[in-house]
Protein backbone atom coordinates (compact mmCIF):
# COMPACT_ATOMS: atom_id res chain seq x y z
CA UNK A 1 0.00 0.00 0.00
CA UNK A 2 1.21 3.10 -0.87
CA UNK A 3 1.32 5.94 1.73
CA UNK A 4 -1.39 8.60 0.91
CA UNK A 5 0.77 11.39 2.77
CA UNK A 6 3.29 10.64 -0.09
CA UNK A 7 0.64 12.46 -2.55
CA UNK A 8 0.17 15.60 -0.13
CA UNK A 9 1.21 18.84 -1.59
CA UNK A 10 4.71 19.85 0.39
CA UNK A 11 4.43 22.92 2.51
CA UNK A 12 6.36 25.45 1.07
CA UNK A 13 8.82 27.24 3.64
CA UNK A 14 7.65 30.49 3.73
CA UNK A 15 9.83 32.99 1.60
CA UNK A 16 10.73 36.07 3.59
CA UNK A 17 10.88 39.23 1.11
CA UNK A 18 14.21 40.43 0.38
CA UNK A 19 15.03 43.67 2.17
CA UNK A 20 17.59 44.74 -0.60
CA UNK A 21 15.46 43.89 -3.50
CA UNK A 22 14.97 46.94 -5.59
CA UNK A 23 18.12 48.83 -3.48
CA UNK A 24 20.61 48.03 -5.48
CA UNK A 25 22.18 48.79 -9.30
CA UNK A 26 19.88 46.38 -11.68
CA UNK A 27 21.10 45.34 -15.25
CA UNK A 28 23.26 41.92 -15.79
CA UNK A 29 25.66 40.30 -13.92
CA UNK A 30 28.51 41.58 -15.79
CA UNK A 31 27.46 45.39 -15.78
CA UNK A 32 27.20 45.33 -12.06
CA UNK A 33 30.51 43.41 -11.93
CA UNK A 34 31.73 46.25 -13.77
CA UNK A 35 30.38 48.63 -11.50
CA UNK A 36 32.15 46.44 -8.74
CA UNK A 37 35.78 46.92 -10.48
CA UNK A 38 35.26 50.05 -11.20
CA UNK A 39 34.39 50.65 -8.01
CA UNK A 40 37.46 49.03 -6.99
CA UNK A 41 39.79 50.78 -9.49
CA UNK A 42 38.40 54.25 -8.50
CA UNK A 43 39.04 53.20 -4.63
CA UNK A 44 42.49 52.42 -5.39
CA UNK A 45 43.20 55.60 -7.20
CA UNK A 46 41.54 58.04 -4.88
CA UNK A 47 43.19 56.56 -1.80
CA UNK A 48 46.43 56.88 -3.66
CA UNK A 49 45.50 60.45 -4.42
CA UNK A 50 44.66 61.13 -0.72
CA UNK A 51 48.26 60.54 0.23
CA UNK A 52 49.67 62.43 -1.91
CA UNK A 53 47.33 65.37 -1.22
CA UNK A 54 48.89 65.49 2.10
CA UNK A 55 52.33 64.54 1.45
CA UNK A 56 53.31 65.82 5.22
CA UNK A 57 51.62 63.30 7.07
CA UNK A 58 52.13 60.68 4.45
CA UNK A 59 55.72 61.12 4.11
CA UNK A 60 55.73 61.04 8.07
CA UNK A 61 53.84 57.58 8.69
CA UNK A 62 55.44 55.89 5.24
CA UNK A 63 58.93 56.80 6.90
CA UNK A 64 58.34 55.51 9.79
CA UNK A 65 56.93 51.93 8.77
CA UNK A 66 59.57 51.96 6.36
CA UNK A 67 62.05 52.22 8.84
CA UNK A 68 60.61 49.66 11.11
CA UNK A 69 60.81 47.16 8.01
CA UNK A 70 64.18 48.28 6.86
CA UNK A 71 65.33 46.91 10.25
CA UNK A 72 63.75 44.02 10.46
CA UNK A 73 64.67 43.26 6.74
CA UNK A 74 68.34 44.55 7.20
CA UNK A 75 68.69 42.70 9.85
CA UNK A 76 68.00 39.78 8.31
CA UNK A 77 69.91 39.90 5.50
CA UNK A 78 73.04 40.24 7.59
CA UNK A 79 71.94 36.76 8.86
CA UNK A 80 71.85 35.77 5.33
CA UNK A 81 75.41 36.73 4.70
CA UNK A 82 76.66 35.16 8.24
CA UNK A 83 75.12 31.74 6.89
CA UNK A 84 76.42 32.39 3.49
CA UNK A 85 79.86 32.74 5.60
CA UNK A 86 79.26 29.69 7.22
CA UNK A 87 77.59 26.94 4.67
CA UNK A 88 81.40 27.94 2.35
CA UNK A 89 83.30 26.42 5.49
CA UNK A 90 80.83 23.47 5.60
CA UNK A 91 82.43 21.29 3.18
CA UNK A 92 86.01 21.81 5.48
CA UNK A 93 85.66 19.24 7.69
CA UNK A 94 89.21 19.04 7.83
CA UNK A 95 91.34 17.15 10.39
CA UNK A 96 94.70 18.66 11.29
CA UNK A 97 96.83 15.94 12.51
CA UNK A 98 100.02 17.48 14.57
CA UNK A 99 102.99 15.02 14.64
CA UNK A 100 105.30 14.43 17.74
CA UNK A 101 108.28 16.85 18.01
CA UNK A 102 110.76 13.72 17.26
CA UNK A 103 108.98 12.20 14.46
CA UNK A 104 110.65 12.97 11.42
CA UNK A 105 109.19 14.24 8.09
CA UNK A 106 110.43 10.74 6.33
CA UNK A 107 108.58 8.78 9.01
CA UNK A 108 105.18 11.60 8.62
CA UNK A 109 105.25 10.95 4.81
CA UNK A 110 105.36 7.26 5.54
CA UNK A 111 102.55 7.77 7.83
CA UNK A 112 100.67 9.38 5.79
CA UNK A 113 100.58 7.07 3.07
CA UNK A 114 99.06 4.75 5.66
CA UNK A 115 96.45 7.36 6.48
CA UNK A 116 95.73 7.54 2.24
CA UNK A 117 94.75 4.03 2.57
CA UNK A 118 92.21 4.60 4.92
CA UNK A 119 88.52 4.17 2.39
CA UNK A 120 86.89 7.08 4.16
CA UNK A 121 90.08 9.68 3.91
CA UNK A 122 89.70 11.56 0.16
CA UNK A 123 93.08 14.01 1.01
CA UNK A 124 96.00 13.65 2.53
CA UNK A 125 98.71 16.96 2.61
CA UNK A 126 101.97 16.83 4.49
CA UNK A 127 102.84 20.17 5.95
CA UNK A 128 106.88 19.99 6.44
CA UNK A 129 108.37 22.15 9.35
CA UNK A 130 109.28 24.23 6.51
CA UNK A 131 106.78 25.15 4.70
CA UNK A 132 104.91 25.89 8.09
CA UNK A 133 107.13 27.95 8.76
CA UNK A 134 107.34 30.15 5.74
CA UNK A 135 103.49 30.04 5.56
CA UNK A 136 103.85 31.63 9.36
CA UNK A 137 106.46 34.40 9.18
CA UNK A 138 104.06 35.26 5.47
CA UNK A 139 100.71 35.53 7.42
CA UNK A 140 101.41 35.98 11.45
CA UNK A 141 103.34 39.35 10.75
CA UNK A 142 106.30 37.79 13.31
CA UNK A 143 108.89 37.05 10.56
CA UNK A 144 111.47 39.00 12.15
CA UNK A 145 111.31 37.01 15.60
CA UNK A 146 111.39 34.38 14.11
CA UNK A 147 114.48 34.58 12.75
CA UNK A 148 116.40 34.48 16.63
CA UNK A 149 114.74 31.67 17.01
CA UNK A 150 117.35 28.77 16.96
CA UNK A 151 115.24 25.60 16.14
CA UNK A 152 111.87 25.19 14.47
CA UNK A 153 109.32 25.05 17.07
CA UNK A 154 106.88 24.37 14.37
CA UNK A 155 105.57 20.14 14.45
CA UNK A 156 104.85 18.59 11.21
CA UNK A 157 101.29 18.58 10.14
CA UNK A 158 98.88 16.55 8.17
CA UNK A 159 95.77 17.81 7.19
CA UNK A 160 93.55 14.93 6.38
CA UNK A 161 90.50 15.55 4.11
CA UNK A 162 87.76 12.88 4.77
CA UNK A 163 85.28 11.92 1.80
CA UNK A 164 82.57 14.51 0.75
CA UNK A 165 80.67 11.90 1.46
CA UNK A 166 81.34 12.12 4.91
CA UNK A 167 78.97 14.05 6.50
CA UNK A 168 77.86 11.73 9.17
CA UNK A 169 79.27 13.66 12.27
CA UNK A 170 79.42 9.92 14.40
CA UNK A 171 82.08 8.70 11.20
CA UNK A 172 83.89 12.08 11.35
CA UNK A 173 84.22 11.64 15.41
CA UNK A 174 85.26 7.83 15.03
CA UNK A 175 87.45 8.79 12.58
CA UNK A 176 89.19 11.50 14.74
CA UNK A 177 89.97 9.16 17.56
CA UNK A 178 91.23 6.95 15.19
CA UNK A 179 94.27 9.08 14.36
CA UNK A 180 94.31 10.11 18.31
CA UNK A 181 95.07 6.77 19.01
CA UNK A 182 98.08 6.80 16.42
CA UNK A 183 101.73 6.85 18.29
CA UNK A 184 102.76 9.30 15.61
CA UNK A 185 100.03 11.76 16.63
CA UNK A 186 100.59 14.37 19.13
CA UNK A 187 97.55 16.12 18.75
CA UNK A 188 94.55 16.16 16.12
CA UNK A 189 92.03 18.69 15.77
CA UNK A 190 89.10 18.71 13.87
CA UNK A 191 88.28 22.27 11.96
CA UNK A 192 84.66 21.32 11.94
CA UNK A 193 84.54 22.50 15.92
CA UNK A 194 85.25 25.74 14.78
CA UNK A 195 82.73 25.44 11.92
CA UNK A 196 80.03 24.42 15.04
CA UNK A 197 80.74 27.26 17.16
CA UNK A 198 80.26 30.08 14.17
CA UNK A 199 77.08 28.13 13.09
CA UNK A 200 75.75 28.26 16.64
CA UNK A 201 76.46 31.85 16.75
CA UNK A 202 74.50 32.51 13.13
CA UNK A 203 71.52 30.95 14.53
CA UNK A 204 71.56 32.27 17.74
CA UNK A 205 71.71 35.57 15.38
CA UNK A 206 68.86 34.07 13.23
CA UNK A 207 66.60 33.74 16.67
CA UNK A 208 67.25 37.71 17.23
CA UNK A 209 66.54 38.44 13.51
CA UNK A 210 63.14 36.17 13.65
CA UNK A 211 61.87 38.05 17.25
CA UNK A 212 62.78 41.21 15.88
CA UNK A 213 60.58 40.63 12.44
CA UNK A 214 58.27 39.71 14.91
CA UNK A 215 58.08 42.67 16.93
CA UNK A 216 58.92 44.86 14.24
CA UNK A 217 55.84 43.31 12.42
CA UNK A 218 53.60 44.10 15.00
CA UNK A 219 55.07 47.84 15.09
CA UNK A 220 53.46 47.78 11.21
CA UNK A 221 50.43 46.60 12.49
CA UNK A 222 49.62 49.24 15.06
CA UNK A 223 51.08 51.85 12.81
CA UNK A 224 48.90 51.32 9.95
CA UNK A 225 45.79 50.67 12.38
CA UNK A 226 46.74 54.17 14.26
CA UNK A 227 47.21 55.80 10.73
CA UNK A 228 43.77 54.24 9.85
CA UNK A 229 42.08 55.71 12.73
CA UNK A 230 42.77 58.92 12.38
CA UNK A 231 41.83 59.18 8.41
CA UNK A 232 38.72 57.59 10.22
CA UNK A 233 38.15 60.62 12.02
CA UNK A 234 39.31 63.14 9.48
CA UNK A 235 36.23 61.91 7.44
CA UNK A 236 33.73 61.07 9.98
CA UNK A 237 31.15 64.13 8.17
CA UNK A 238 32.15 61.98 4.71
CA UNK A 239 31.29 58.68 6.50
CA UNK A 240 28.14 59.55 8.32
CA UNK A 241 26.91 60.99 4.94
CA UNK A 242 27.72 57.81 3.37
CA UNK A 243 25.72 55.80 5.67
CA UNK A 244 22.65 58.48 5.73
CA UNK A 245 22.51 57.46 1.98
CA UNK A 246 22.57 54.04 2.54
CA UNK A 247 25.98 52.86 2.41
CA UNK A 248 27.02 49.37 4.00
CA UNK A 249 29.89 49.13 6.55
CA UNK A 250 31.71 47.42 3.79
CA UNK A 251 31.51 50.02 1.17
CA UNK A 252 32.40 52.46 3.49
CA UNK A 253 35.32 50.14 4.89
CA UNK A 254 36.22 49.38 1.05
CA UNK A 255 38.04 52.80 0.37
CA UNK A 256 40.36 53.18 3.77
CA UNK A 257 41.14 49.40 3.25
CA UNK A 258 43.18 51.01 0.24
CA UNK A 259 44.74 53.44 2.10
CA UNK A 260 45.94 50.27 4.31
CA UNK A 261 47.20 48.90 1.13
CA UNK A 262 48.96 51.96 -0.02
CA UNK A 263 50.74 52.41 2.78
CA UNK A 264 52.20 49.06 3.69
CA UNK A 265 53.45 48.48 -0.31
CA UNK A 266 54.79 51.95 -0.14
CA UNK A 267 56.96 51.64 2.99
CA UNK A 268 57.69 47.98 1.80
CA UNK A 269 59.50 49.52 -1.32
CA UNK A 270 60.76 52.78 0.68
CA UNK A 271 62.64 49.52 3.35
CA UNK A 272 63.83 47.77 0.13
CA UNK A 273 65.73 50.84 -1.46
CA UNK A 274 66.59 51.60 2.22
CA UNK A 275 68.11 48.12 3.19
CA UNK A 276 69.44 48.22 -1.02
CA UNK A 277 71.41 51.97 -0.29
CA UNK A 278 72.51 50.56 2.85
CA UNK A 279 74.47 47.75 1.67
CA UNK A 280 75.62 49.47 -1.17
CA UNK A 281 77.40 51.99 1.22
CA UNK A 282 79.31 48.94 3.09
CA UNK A 283 80.25 46.89 0.30
CA UNK A 284 83.46 47.85 -0.68
CA UNK A 285 84.95 47.64 2.90
CA UNK A 286 82.81 44.15 3.19
CA UNK A 287 84.79 43.19 -0.02
CA UNK A 288 88.24 44.47 0.91
CA UNK A 289 87.97 43.13 4.29
CA UNK A 290 86.50 39.52 3.01
CA UNK A 291 89.87 39.96 0.46
CA UNK A 292 92.46 40.36 2.96
CA UNK A 293 91.48 36.73 4.55
CA UNK A 294 91.46 35.54 0.46
CA UNK A 295 87.94 34.87 1.07
CA UNK A 296 85.52 34.87 -2.09
CA UNK A 297 83.00 36.42 0.05
CA UNK A 298 80.14 38.38 -1.83
CA UNK A 299 77.71 40.44 -0.31
CA UNK A 300 73.79 38.94 -0.74
CA UNK A 301 71.11 41.74 -1.55
CA UNK A 302 67.26 40.79 -1.68
CA UNK A 303 66.61 38.33 -4.08
CA UNK A 304 63.52 38.48 -6.15
CA UNK A 305 61.37 35.61 -4.01
CA UNK A 306 62.72 37.68 -0.82
CA UNK A 307 61.78 40.91 -2.52
CA UNK A 308 58.69 40.03 -3.02
CA UNK A 309 57.71 38.11 0.27
CA UNK A 310 58.66 41.77 1.71
CA UNK A 311 56.15 43.59 -0.06
CA UNK A 312 53.75 40.98 0.63
CA UNK A 313 54.53 41.12 4.37
CA UNK A 314 54.59 44.64 4.84
CA UNK A 315 51.21 45.29 2.27
CA UNK A 316 49.49 42.02 4.27
CA UNK A 317 50.25 43.54 7.67
CA UNK A 318 49.33 47.14 6.98
CA UNK A 319 45.82 45.49 5.55
CA UNK A 320 45.61 43.50 8.32
CA UNK A 321 45.88 46.36 10.86
CA UNK A 322 43.68 48.47 9.05
CA UNK A 323 40.75 45.95 8.62
CA UNK A 324 40.64 45.25 12.28
CA UNK A 325 40.60 49.18 13.28
CA UNK A 326 37.88 49.47 10.46
CA UNK A 327 36.11 46.56 11.74
CA UNK A 328 35.18 47.57 15.21
CA UNK A 329 35.40 52.13 14.45
CA UNK A 330 33.00 52.22 11.27
CA UNK A 331 30.25 50.31 13.12
CA UNK A 332 30.24 52.68 15.67
CA UNK A 333 29.83 55.92 13.71
CA UNK A 334 26.41 56.38 13.53
CA UNK A 335 24.36 59.46 11.84
CA UNK A 336 22.26 61.21 14.58
CA UNK B 1 3.43 53.99 2.11
CA UNK B 2 4.80 55.00 5.41
CA UNK B 3 2.73 53.58 8.65
CA UNK B 4 2.86 54.42 12.05
CA UNK B 5 1.24 52.58 14.61
CA UNK B 6 0.92 53.56 18.68
CA UNK B 7 4.42 54.52 18.47
CA UNK B 8 6.39 55.42 21.52
CA UNK B 9 9.79 56.64 21.68
CA UNK B 10 11.43 56.79 25.47
CA UNK B 11 14.72 57.90 26.63
CA UNK B 12 16.04 56.87 29.79
CA UNK B 13 16.68 60.80 30.75
CA UNK B 14 13.74 62.34 29.53
CA UNK B 15 11.08 59.77 29.26
CA UNK B 16 8.26 59.17 26.52
CA UNK B 17 9.47 61.67 24.27
CA UNK B 18 6.86 60.40 21.01
CA UNK B 19 3.88 59.13 23.07
CA UNK B 20 1.07 57.20 20.71
CA UNK B 21 1.95 58.21 17.51
CA UNK B 22 0.10 56.99 14.57
CA UNK B 23 -0.49 57.73 11.56
CA UNK B 24 -0.12 56.60 7.77
CA UNK B 25 1.11 58.64 4.52
CA UNK B 26 0.02 57.40 1.45
CA UNK B 27 1.61 56.89 -1.73
CA UNK B 28 1.96 60.42 -3.65
CA UNK B 29 1.47 62.71 -0.43
CA UNK B 30 3.34 65.83 0.59
CA UNK B 31 2.83 65.80 4.32
CA UNK B 32 3.96 68.46 7.18
CA UNK B 33 5.67 67.93 10.36
CA UNK B 34 4.94 70.50 12.67
CA UNK B 35 5.22 71.29 15.87
CA UNK B 36 7.03 73.51 18.84
CA UNK B 37 10.60 72.84 19.47
CA UNK B 38 10.90 69.68 21.54
CA UNK B 39 7.76 68.34 20.64
CA UNK B 40 9.40 65.62 19.11
CA UNK B 41 9.76 66.35 15.52
CA UNK B 42 13.67 65.32 15.37
CA UNK B 43 12.61 62.31 17.03
CA UNK B 44 10.08 61.11 14.87
CA UNK B 45 12.19 61.79 11.90
CA UNK B 46 14.78 59.51 13.30
CA UNK B 47 12.56 56.69 13.80
CA UNK B 48 11.73 57.05 10.38
CA UNK B 49 15.63 57.17 8.97
CA UNK B 50 16.75 53.98 11.45
CA UNK B 51 18.96 56.58 13.77
CA UNK B 52 16.87 55.27 16.42
CA UNK B 53 14.60 52.44 17.00
CA UNK B 54 10.72 52.71 18.70
CA UNK B 55 10.82 51.70 21.98
CA UNK B 56 6.85 50.50 21.62
CA UNK B 57 4.70 49.89 18.39
CA UNK B 58 5.63 49.78 15.15
CA UNK B 59 6.70 51.42 11.91
CA UNK B 60 5.89 49.89 8.54
CA UNK B 61 7.57 51.46 5.58
CA UNK B 62 6.49 49.95 1.55
CA UNK B 63 4.94 46.17 3.94
CA UNK B 64 8.48 46.28 5.89
CA UNK B 65 7.80 46.18 9.67
CA UNK B 66 11.17 48.46 11.16
CA UNK B 67 10.91 45.92 14.14
CA UNK B 68 12.01 43.03 12.33
CA UNK B 69 15.00 44.69 11.07
CA UNK B 70 18.50 44.20 11.93
CA UNK B 71 21.59 46.15 11.88
CA UNK B 72 22.62 45.06 8.04
CA UNK B 73 19.26 45.97 6.82
CA UNK B 74 19.23 49.64 7.41
CA UNK B 75 21.25 50.71 4.89
CA UNK B 76 19.25 49.25 2.30
CA UNK B 77 15.99 50.69 4.10
CA UNK B 78 17.80 54.09 4.03
CA UNK B 79 18.62 53.57 -0.05
CA UNK B 80 14.41 53.98 0.13
CA UNK B 81 14.27 57.21 1.12
CA UNK B 82 15.80 60.45 -0.31
CA UNK B 83 16.96 62.96 3.53
CA UNK B 84 17.38 66.48 3.16
CA UNK B 85 18.33 68.51 5.71
CA UNK B 86 18.28 72.22 6.68
CA UNK B 87 22.06 72.68 6.79
CA UNK B 88 22.26 70.30 3.19
CA UNK B 89 25.22 67.94 4.28
CA UNK B 90 26.97 67.84 1.32
CA UNK B 91 30.74 66.79 1.46
CA UNK B 92 32.62 71.02 0.33
CA UNK B 93 35.38 68.62 -0.88
CA UNK B 94 33.78 66.68 -3.89
CA UNK B 95 31.90 68.13 -6.62
CA UNK B 96 28.26 68.88 -7.62
CA UNK B 97 28.35 66.29 -9.33
CA UNK B 98 30.16 63.74 -6.54
CA UNK B 99 27.39 64.72 -4.45
CA UNK B 100 24.36 63.69 -6.35
CA UNK B 101 25.91 61.04 -7.59
CA UNK B 102 27.13 59.08 -4.17
CA UNK B 103 23.75 57.61 -2.89
CA UNK B 104 24.79 55.51 -6.88
CA UNK B 105 27.67 54.30 -6.36
CA UNK B 106 26.92 53.26 -3.33
CA UNK B 107 24.32 50.73 -4.78
CA UNK B 108 26.55 49.76 -7.52
CA UNK B 109 25.72 51.29 -10.56
CA UNK B 110 27.95 51.55 -13.50
CA UNK B 111 29.37 55.25 -14.03
CA UNK B 112 27.74 55.77 -17.63
CA UNK B 113 24.62 54.73 -15.69
CA UNK B 114 25.87 57.23 -12.68
CA UNK B 115 26.71 59.88 -15.19
CA UNK B 116 23.09 59.85 -16.85
CA UNK B 117 21.23 59.92 -13.63
CA UNK B 118 22.78 62.20 -12.01
CA UNK B 119 22.43 64.92 -14.73
CA UNK B 120 18.56 63.94 -14.85
CA UNK B 121 18.39 64.81 -11.67
CA UNK B 122 20.53 68.08 -11.84
CA UNK B 123 18.76 68.97 -14.45
CA UNK B 124 15.33 68.31 -12.51
CA UNK B 125 16.78 70.96 -9.76
CA UNK B 126 17.61 73.34 -12.67
CA UNK B 127 21.55 73.01 -11.66
CA UNK B 128 22.85 71.48 -14.75
CA UNK B 129 26.35 72.97 -15.98
CA UNK B 130 26.98 72.92 -12.26
CA UNK B 131 28.56 69.49 -12.08
CA UNK B 132 32.28 70.49 -11.51
CA UNK B 133 31.91 73.43 -8.92
CA UNK B 134 32.19 72.64 -5.21
CA UNK B 135 29.44 73.60 -2.98
CA UNK B 136 31.20 76.31 -1.31
CA UNK B 137 30.96 77.97 -4.71
CA UNK B 138 26.92 77.93 -4.98
CA UNK B 139 24.83 79.74 -2.95
CA UNK B 140 22.79 78.81 -0.22
CA UNK B 141 19.45 77.61 -2.48
CA UNK B 142 21.65 76.55 -4.78
CA UNK B 143 23.52 73.90 -2.04
CA UNK B 144 20.03 72.77 -1.04
CA UNK B 145 18.95 71.81 -4.54
CA UNK B 146 22.34 70.06 -4.89
CA UNK B 147 20.65 68.16 -1.65
CA UNK B 148 17.91 67.84 -3.27
CA UNK B 149 19.03 66.18 -6.56
CA UNK B 150 20.78 63.96 -4.45
CA UNK B 151 17.79 63.09 -2.02
CA UNK B 152 16.32 62.11 -5.71
CA UNK B 153 18.86 60.73 -7.87
CA UNK B 154 18.23 57.09 -6.70
CA UNK B 155 14.20 57.57 -7.50
CA UNK B 156 13.30 56.78 -3.38
CA UNK B 157 9.49 56.36 -3.07
CA UNK B 158 9.81 58.42 0.44
CA UNK B 159 11.40 62.01 0.80
CA UNK B 160 11.91 63.22 4.20
CA UNK B 161 12.92 66.52 4.43
CA UNK B 162 13.86 67.97 7.71
CA UNK B 163 13.62 72.42 7.99
CA UNK B 164 14.41 72.37 4.19
CA UNK B 165 13.51 75.98 3.81
CA UNK B 166 15.44 77.16 7.25
CA UNK B 167 17.94 78.56 5.34
CA UNK B 168 16.39 80.13 2.79
CA UNK B 169 14.41 83.32 2.04
CA UNK B 170 10.51 83.25 1.21
CA UNK B 171 11.09 83.30 -2.35
CA UNK B 172 13.70 80.13 -2.56
CA UNK B 173 11.72 78.61 0.05
CA UNK B 174 8.56 78.67 -2.87
CA UNK B 175 10.91 77.53 -5.44
CA UNK B 176 11.85 74.29 -3.50
CA UNK B 177 7.97 73.88 -2.33
CA UNK B 178 7.41 73.98 -6.08
CA UNK B 179 9.96 71.36 -6.68
CA UNK B 180 8.84 69.03 -4.02
CA UNK B 181 5.28 69.40 -5.65
CA UNK B 182 6.83 67.92 -8.77
CA UNK B 183 8.09 65.09 -7.48
CA UNK B 184 4.41 64.27 -6.00
CA UNK B 185 2.94 64.45 -9.39
CA UNK B 186 5.07 61.22 -10.33
CA UNK B 187 4.02 59.40 -7.09
CA UNK B 188 6.58 60.05 -4.55
CA UNK B 189 5.24 60.24 -1.00
CA UNK B 190 6.75 63.10 0.70
CA UNK B 191 7.34 64.39 4.88
CA UNK B 192 8.67 68.20 5.36
CA UNK B 193 9.21 68.92 9.22
CA UNK B 194 9.12 72.73 9.04
CA UNK B 195 7.89 75.63 11.78
CA UNK B 196 8.08 78.15 9.15
CA UNK B 197 3.68 78.43 9.49
CA UNK B 198 3.28 80.92 6.60
CA UNK B 199 4.72 78.57 3.91
CA UNK B 200 2.43 75.81 5.27
CA UNK B 201 -0.78 77.46 5.26
CA UNK B 202 -0.26 79.20 1.65
CA UNK B 203 0.99 75.38 0.74
CA UNK B 204 -2.52 73.56 1.43
CA UNK B 205 -1.52 70.28 2.38
CA UNK B 206 -1.83 67.43 5.01
CA UNK B 207 -0.67 68.81 8.40
CA UNK B 208 0.69 66.37 11.21
CA UNK B 209 1.01 68.74 14.51
CA UNK B 210 3.02 67.57 17.59
CA UNK B 211 2.56 69.17 21.14
CA UNK B 212 4.61 67.46 23.66
CA UNK B 213 5.19 64.52 22.03
CA UNK B 214 1.31 63.64 21.41
CA UNK B 215 -0.15 63.97 17.27
CA UNK B 216 -2.96 66.49 17.89
CA UNK B 217 -3.54 67.28 14.19
CA UNK B 218 -3.45 65.02 11.35
Redesign the interface.
Known amino acids: MKQVDKYKPKKKPQQK?D??Q????G?SFF??L???R??HAQNLFSSLGRLVSMPFTSIMTIGVLALAIALASGFYLVVVNLQQLTSGLEASNQISLFMRDEISEAHAKKYAESIRKNPNVQQVTVITKQQAMDEFKHFSGFGEAIEVLEKNPLPVVIEVLPKDSLVDKDVLTQLLEEFKKATEVDFAQMDLVWVERLQSIVYTAKLVAILLAILLGFAVFFIAGNTIRLEIHDRR??II?????????S?IQRSFMYTGFWIGFLSGVFAWFIVTFILLIVRPSVENLSGLYEGSFHLLFFSYSETLVLLFASTGLAVVGSWLVLHFQIKQL??? | MLKFENVFKRYAETGDVLKNISFHLKRGEITFLTGHSGAGKSTLLKLIGLMERASRGQIILDGQSFNALNERHVPYIRRKMGFIYQDYKLLQDRTVFDNVALPLVIAGYGHHEVARRVRASLDKVGLLGKEKKFPLALSGGEQQRVGIARAVVNKPPLIIADEPTGNLDPELSAEIMLLFEQFQHVGVTILIASHDISLIEQMNHRVLRLDHGQLVAG
Open positions: PIRNTRAGDRKAYDQHEISKLVGATNFQPE
